[in-house]
């Protein structure tokens, strides 16, 4: 149990376009969701926190305009990357919980290559 | 905020030998510590966590030891295999597992046949 899914897996896309990245609970409902970006070698850094039904809340740095946010749903949440540039490259990770007393279980990640 | 320094960021062992793993977190007030593998491309993977009322705790050759007053944790992997190559994250989390991580900057483990 506990499985989470990211669609795409990768995705290549020109500068200035918007990619949508979606993460899934598939076997449970996730309250919150959590995204989170790694650049090559680095360290996951945490990009913003979902909850369903609210407002996402962004890390001290992250652009919420540049990345939208939306949990709709207790089993999906997405990430939309607006007007993408080569520098936005990297790759993007979710997590999902069933509570404040849950572990975190990551999703597969989806590559973003801007050309 | 929470800050989590993660050392060493290499660590090249023999097979068979044991490897060790440190993380130093700043906000007294973190109380859960995961520790997370990741292979190239792939999903990190919890593989130990430990909560801020226990000092220590084992999962086979795994093991994690957390002093509270210092404000730091170990990984300890005893018996190193081949297939244990990989890079390692400890993370910080205030109040909850659940609640958001902040991750150190990782260890790349190279286990030597």
């Known amino acids: 149990g506990a499985v989470v899914s990211q669609h795409p897996s990768w995705v290549i896309c020109k500068s200035g376009t918007s990619v949508k990245i979606e993460c899934r609970s598939l076997?449970?409902?996730?309250?919150?969701m959590f995204w989170y970006r790694q650049f090559p070698k680095q360290s996951l850094m945490l990009m913003a926190t979902s909850n369903e039904g609210s407002k996402a809340t962004y890390e001290q740095g992250v652009e919420k305009d540049k990345f939208l946010i939306n949990h709709a749903s207790l089993t999906l949440s997405t990430l939309t990357v607006t007007s993408a540039h080569p520098e936005d490259s990297s790759f993007y990770i979710c997590?999902?919980?069933?509570?404040?007393?849950?572990?975190?279980?990551f999703g597969p990640g989806t590559r973003l290559t801007v050309l | 905020g929470e800050n989590v320094e993660q050392h060493p960021s290499t660590l090249s062992v023999q097979e068979g030998d044991s490897a060790v793993i440190k993380c130093t977190y700043s906000?007294?007030?973190?109380?859960?510590f995961p520790w997370y593998k990741q292979e190239l491309g792939k999903r990190p993977q919890l593989i130990i966590d430990?909560?801020?009322?226990?000092g220590e705790k084992k999962d086979q050759r795994i093991a994690v030891t957390l002093n509270k007053t210092a404000k730091h944790f170990s990984l300890h992997i005893t018996e190193t295999q081949p297939e244990d190559s990989a890079v390692y994250f400890c993370?910080?989390?205030?109040?909850?597992?659940?609640?958001?991580?902040?991750f150190g900057g990782g260890t790349r483990v190279l286990v030597k046949p």
């Open positions: 993370a910080a989390s205030m109040g909850a597992a659940g609640n958001k991580l902040t």
């Open positions: 430990i909560r801020s009322n226990v």
């Open positions: 997590s999902a919980t069933r509570g404040s007393t849950d572990t975190q279980y």
């Open positions: 906000d007294s007030a973190s109380n859960y």
């Open positions: 076997d449970f409902q996730a309250t919150t």
